[in-house]
């Protein structure tokens, strides 16, 4: 299991950070693509849908070019550009490619102010434990999440269970959708968790809290959290970003 790490240094505030990514038993290949950017608050997760090669172009597209465009981007207008360069490259790359191809986009990227930004298409997710708080910041773009608001289905029901792999949002989808943007504040001792649905669907929220918290370093962290996804069977790709504001 490699662990990347990084140090970014924001407002003042020391940013330790690490990533790592398992394939886990299910699939020959791991589909989900990760960055974290040594040099910048840049962090961003990809997780592409199915196991097919569109899959895997998508994800890799999807990071390369918003890590690229985010390099410049300054406020939501441009993270909107960024992710539309996302769209129009992951489309094009796309065209001659049988089956799907498309891929989650969870970003994290400081806003020049000492805070940050969150960018959030699909189903990947960000989490923050605040005050011994665990909180997940940004909405899964899927059918499920929408039925379970609107009281369509039970979260346990089968319908919910399918609702789970339809997504409304994602890098690739023909409609272009726009991400969601989340400006965060940065305060001492804020922990925060990217991940894929690889590791929220099989780790629940109360062992990954205790997880995150059972570890002042962020590689032990991420070492932690990929091998409980394992251990819970290991059904897909699952991929971590844990970054600590100190």
């Known amino acids: 299991m490699a662990i990347s790490t ?11 950070c690490a990533a790592g990514t ?8 791991n589909f989900d693509v990760l960055h974290l950017d040594p040099g910048r608050p840049l962090a961003v997760v990809a997780d592409g849908m199915g ?7 998508a994800s890799r597209t999807t990071v390369t070019v918003f890590a690229r465009e985010a390099a410049t981007a300054s406020g939501p207008a441009a993270l909107r550009a960024a992710v539309a360069e996302v769209q129009r490259t992951v489309r094009a ?8 191809t498309g891929c989650t986009l969870t970003a994290f990227a400081g806003d020049g102010e000492g805070g940050a930004w969150l960018v959030q298409l699909g189903d990947s997710r960000a989490y923050r434990i605040r005050d011994g708080i665990l909180e997940l910041l940004t909405a899964d773009h899927t059918a499920a999440w929408l039925g379970v608001l ?4 039970r979260p346990d029901s089968p319908e919910g269970y399918l609702a789970r792999h339809r997504l409304t949002r994602f890098a690739g989808h023909p409609g272009m959708p726009e991400p969601d943007l ?9 922990l925060l968790l990217l ?8 780790i629940d929220d109360r062992t ?14 991420v070492e932690r959290v990929l091998a409980r996804t394992l251990a819970a069977g290991g059904a897909d790709n699952a991929t971590a970003v844990v970054i600590r504001v100190g």
Do not use: F, M
Request: with cysteine; charged share 20%.
């Open 51 to 57: 196991d097919s090669e569109g899959s895997a172009v």
């Open 6 to 16: 990084a140090v970014w240094a924001v407002a003042g505030r020391r940013l330790a």
């Open 22 to 29: 398992v394939v886990g038993d299910r699939y020959h290949a």
């Open 195 to 202: 991940c894929t649905d690889g590791v929220s669907d099989q």
């Open 182 to 190: 989340l400006n965060i504040s940065l305060r001492p001792g804020d």
């Open 150 to 153: 609107n009281g369509w289905y």
């Open 93 to 100: 790359a796309g065209r001659n490619l049988p089956g799907l």
């Open 208 to 221: 990954l809290a205790d997880l995150l918290t059972a570890e002042k370093e962020p590689a032990a962290t």
